[in-house]
């Protein structure tokens, strides 16, 4: 299969402007980009008119949760039995690459197997979905975020819990059996549960020590929740490969991230609390709440400190805590808007972090996220230029094509006759 794309503006994952171009791939690679027209030979390929839109590489969630199915409460998710909990991930996958996201790195799934096994589904082509690195449950401690029990009550949500390095170490290797790609720790608590809020740092260092000393040993990346400072600085001291969310990291621990920042990879996770403060009343977020928790204030500290990221190199991926009912699923791309809006940064610089940084997270740097030859084939054609209104990400309406390793998701011609026909009606 080989496809030429004729007459599109690129915008390709690293550069500040678009240029006018043409890209021929072939298989699942891009094999040449010519700024002149006529410059590539059809040689068999299938041509498509970009019809004057931005061709841009797919983008990429980095921090996913796919088997999120918008609960209002975190324990929702463990009273959803795992068949119907599985046919729901599976519409989640459809509906975040419908979005343009051809590459969602996993922040967590809900129940041991659900990212594991859509993941497996999807490379084997039997359902549609971005390429996925699976995570398993939240390694959390007793009543840290993702313990939902109280005495003599059972509940569950997305935490698996271990208490002290023996048990760590085991919940580290069964996620290690059970296949997945990224293991998840919860370091600090959070604000959107009743025990440990978001500046306690629930996870002790020999717990921490454990967790990344047994995944690095099975070759898989860590990734953690800390949000108080010390959280943070535990995650980097220990060599915590993705660190989310940091909201309350002081200069100390922006200083440690700084010095760590060529192989840290950063996620804000911003959706959940720009959600619950500006729109909190619409998903039934109490605005009493959002008051007692300071969540305001907190949005503000978070801002300052990726304004702090942003001056200072980091590496940063978009990625908003999307599937909870406050974040639905499919908004992930207004991340972008808020890099711009909320962190100040220029559209390129929002747009790399949802592209070319997501794909060094993927473990493909240099060779997704990016339009150039030999990169992986993950192109959209998006009807309006994301340089100037990030909006045009958000929802499917505005994607003309979404191209995942070298093969149509969309395909742009069946959009064009269709527009054709109500033209002639
Ligand atoms: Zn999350």
Redesign the pocket.
């Known amino acids: 299969m080989a496809f030429l794309i004729q007459n599109a503006q690129v915008w390709d994952g690293e550069n500040d402007e678009r240029y006018p171009a043409e890209v021929l791939i072939e298989r699942n690679r891009i094999t040449a980009v010519a700024r002149d027209k006529g410059q590539l030979r059809r040689d068999g390929a299938e041509i498509i008119d970009g019809g004057g839109m931005t061709l841009m590489p797919g983008m990429v969630e980095g921090?996913c949760?796919l088997s999120f199915v918008g609960p209002a409460r975190n324990q929702d998710l463990g009273e959803i039995p795992p068949e119907e909990h599985l046919l729901r991930t599976c519409r989640n996958a459809t509906l975040i690459l419908n979005h343009g996201f051809t590459s969602c790195y996993s922040?967590?799934s809900a129940k041991m197997r659900l990212d594991v096994v859509v993941r497996q589904e999807i490379e084997d082509g039997y359902l549609a979905g971005p390429r996925y690195k699976a995570a398993g449950p939240e390694i959390t401690s007793t009543g840290g975020l993702g313990d939902e029990r109280k005495q003599h009550m059972h509940a569950e949500s997305f935490g698996m819990i271990a208490d002290g390095p023996d048990e760590v170490r085991r919940a580290v290797r069964l996620c290690c059996r059970e296949g997945v790609d990224n293991i998840k720790l919860n370091i600090s608590g959070d604000d959107f549960v009743t025990n440990a809020g978001a500046e306690i740092t629930s996870m002790s260092e020999v717990e921490v020590a454990t967790a990344v000393e047994v995944a690095h040993e099975w070759n898989k990346r860590v990734a953690c929740?800390s949000r108080a400072a010390a959280s943070v600085k535990r995650a980097v001291r220990n060599g915590v490969d993705c660190i989310?969310h940091c909201d309350f990291a002081d200069e100390e621990a922006l200083d440690m991230l700084e010095a760590a920042k060529h192989r840290v990879i950063i996620g804000p996770?911003f959706g959940l609390i720009h959600n619950a403060v500006f729109e909190g009343d619409a998903a039934g977020v109490p605005r009493e709440f959002v008051e007692r928790m300071g969540l305001a204030r907190k949005l503000e500290l978070t801002c300052r400190t990726y304004e702090q990221m942003r001056k200072r190199g980091m590496k940063v991926v978009v990625g908003g805590?999307y599937g909870f009912k406050i974040t639905p699923m499919g908004q992930n791309a207004r991340d972008i808007g808020h890099f711009v809006k909320f962190f100040g940064y220029s559209p390129a610089e929002a747009l790399r972090c949802a592209t070319s940084v997501g794909g060094e997270l993927m473990g493909h740097k240099g060779e997704l996220g990016v339009i150039k030859p030999g990169a992986l084939a993950d192109i959209l054609l998006v009807d309006g230029n994301p340089l100037v209104d990030q909006s045009v990400l958000v929802g499917p309406d505005r994607l003309a094509m979404i191209m995942k390793d070298g093969k149509l998701h969309r395909d742009p011609r069946a959009r064009s006759s269709a527009r054709g026909r109500l033209a002639a009606e």
């Open positions: 921090h949760h922040a967590a929740h989310y996770a805590d």
